[in-house]
Structure formats: structure tokens, C-alpha cells
């Protein structure tokens, strides 16, 4: 598999009419594969793995929110990155995640091909899965590469998008005390 991945990006540099032998290019095959393992390991990566066991009691109910969890995404269609900022919050319900166990859930889900809408929707259904939340919200901004240095080439725009589940599905205040929280 590792070797196979050297080989495909070999056969890329070829394919663009580079020159593999050259210099510069000699371990270049190698390098890119082991990046693009790294940049998709989310993979590899399982969510009880991940989480540890990290989960504490608790008889809070009141909202708990992360801001400003930075990833860096590919997307499915051009393989280019998207990078951005998430925002994640939820209402414990017996028992509260532990708080870097939050960002490893978004790296985990950001180091796999999809598109932003699926990788909000991804992180809101873990966050559920693994708090038993009686409410999650997951908020992202990202800049797409691909719309950037290729395409439609647009260097301002970014993409946002939001996924609301249980309390903050079914409570407008509930969803408008995070929209405040997390504005900056
Ligand atoms: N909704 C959504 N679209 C995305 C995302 N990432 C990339 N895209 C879009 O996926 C679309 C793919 O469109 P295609 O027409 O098949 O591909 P293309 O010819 O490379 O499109 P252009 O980017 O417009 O040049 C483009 O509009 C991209 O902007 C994402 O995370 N969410
Ligand atoms: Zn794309």
C-alpha cells in the first residue's frame, strides 16, 4: 500500500511531463506519499480509539462550546485543501468530553476526502455519538484551494456551514445562545 502510493506519484510527476531523475524530484515520489498519508490518516483513525475513554460525569446542563478549531481539509472533488475554523458546541446530558477530545475529532474527520457540508454533519453526529448530548451544533468557515488558485479563482469567499441536532434543532434559543457565543 505505502509503496503503491510512491509509485502513483511518481506516475503523476511523469504525467505533468516532469523528469523523476532529476535532482530535486529523486525522493520526491516518497515525500508527497507519506504527506498525503499523514493529510488523510483520519482513515486510519477510529472514534472510541480517539476518545480514550475521556468522557467525565457531570451534572452540568448548561451549554459547552469550542471555538476556533483550526483544520485543514481536502476536498473530494480536486483533492486540493480547504482550511478553516470550527466551532462546536453541546449540551451534556450525565456527561461532559474531554475538552482536547473535541479537536481530535475534527482533525480525525478533516484528514479524510469529503466535501465541508459532510465533514460538519460528521463531527455533530460524533460529538452526539460519543456524549449521548442532549444537543450538538457544529459551525465551520473554510477557504477552498480550489476555488482559489484554480476555477473560479476567488480569494475572498469562504464557505460556511452548520449542523443543528436535537436541542439546538428544536429550540430556537437554545440555537441563538450559540450563534451569540460563538460570534466574534
Ligand atoms: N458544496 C461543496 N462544493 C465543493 C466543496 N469543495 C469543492 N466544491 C465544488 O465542487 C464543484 C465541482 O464542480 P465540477 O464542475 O464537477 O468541477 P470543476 O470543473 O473542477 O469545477 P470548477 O471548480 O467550477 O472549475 C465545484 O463547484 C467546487 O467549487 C465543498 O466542500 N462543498
Ligand atoms: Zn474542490
Redesign the pocket.
Known amino acids: 500500500m505505502d509503496h503503491d502510493l510512491d509509485y502513483h506519484f511518481e506516475q503523476i510527476i511523469r504525467g505533468i511531463g516532469e523528469d523523476v531523475g532529476r535532482e530535486g524530484l529523486v525522493k520526491t515520489p516518497e515525500r508527497a506519499a507519506r504527506a498525503f498519508e499523514y493529510l488523510t490518516q483520519g482513515y486510519q483513525q477510529s472514534l472510541s480509539e480517539l476518545v480514550n475513554g475521556a468522557l467525565f460525569e457531570s451534572d452540568s446542563d448548561e451549554m459547552v462550546i469550542v471555538r476556533d478549531i483550526e483544520f485543514y481539509s481536502l ?1 473530494e ?2 483533492m486540493l485543501p ?1 482550511i478553516g475554523r470550527a466551532q462546536v458546541g453541546y449540551i451534556p446530558n450525565g456527561r461532559v468530553l474531554g475538552l482536547s477530545k473535541i479537536a481530535r475529532i475534527v482533525d480525525m474527520y478533516a484528514r479524510r476526502l ?4 459532510k465533514l460538519t454533519r460528521d463531527v455533530a453526529e460524533a460529538v452526539l455519538e460519543v456524549t449521548g448530548a442532549k444537543g450538538v451544533a457544529v459551525q465551520m468557515d473554510a477557504r ?1 484551494l ?2 482559489m488558485m ?3 479563482n476567488k480569494q475572498n469567499s469562504e ?1 460556511s456551514t452548520s449542523v443543528m441536532l436535537g436541542s439546538f434543532r428544536t429550540s430556537q434559543s437554545t440555537r441563538n445562545e450559540f450563534l451569540q457565543l460563538i460570534r466574534r
Not at 114 to 117: D, K, L, V
Open positions: 476536498c472533488h480536486h480547504f469529503q466535501i465541508q457540508e477552498h480550489c476555488m484554480r476555477g473560479v464557505m
